[in-house]
């Protein structure tokens, strides 16, 4: 009497499918000779199928694994490529960025300079233009006491002739 034999090995079966199993019938007094060789052809035909099958499915699945993996290490490449790129504009701003501080920084201590040397100046010109304004006034004040003076000689003198 025969029994079920299996079609596959265990390692050859897939983590998703049951394994292949054929079936042979159990009475040899109702085949005949050349019905079990036939039958004996078949089964080998069908496990030989099975065994093709999951061997090509195994390539698949393996070339599969492969080409995503090397999808991924493309992708994270380009990523990266990407990043770079993007990074290395922005650390060229960010440099510029700190010089243009730097700048404004001593543009900003000139200004303060100059406006302290403006004030400076402007009290000097201030000081000038009053003291300019003191001399004129100490000039009329002068003239207008000569004038006064001449008029007391010419009164006095007026005085002692007459």
Not at 70 to 80: F, G, L
Not at 151 to 162: E, L, M, R
């Amino acid at each position: 009497m025969r029994t079920v034999v299996d079609a596959v090995s265990p390692k050859m079966s897939s983590p998703r499918r049951p394994q292949a199993r054929a079936r042979v019938k159990s009475s040899p007094e109702t085949m005949s000779p050349s019905s079990e060789s036939q039958s004996e052809s078949l089964e080998a035909s069908l496990l030989r199928l099975v065994n093709d099958h999951q061997s090509s499915d195994i390539r698949l699945r393996e070339h599969t694994e492969k080409s995503k993996k090397e999808a991924i290490r493309s992708a994270s490449r380009v990523s990266d490529l990407l990043v770079d790129a993007v990074n290395g504009g922005v650390e060229e701003c960010f440099v510029n960025e700190k010089r243009i501080e730097v700048e404004i920084r001593a543009l900003k201590a000139t200004i303060l300079r100059f406006a302290k040397q403006t004030d400076q100046w402007l009290a000097s010109t201030h000081a000038i233009n009053n003291a300019i304004k003191e001399i004129g006034d100490f000039e009329n004040w002068m003239k207008t006491m000569e004038l006064d003076c001449k008029s007391i000689t010419a009164a006095i003198s007026n005085i002692h002739q007459s």
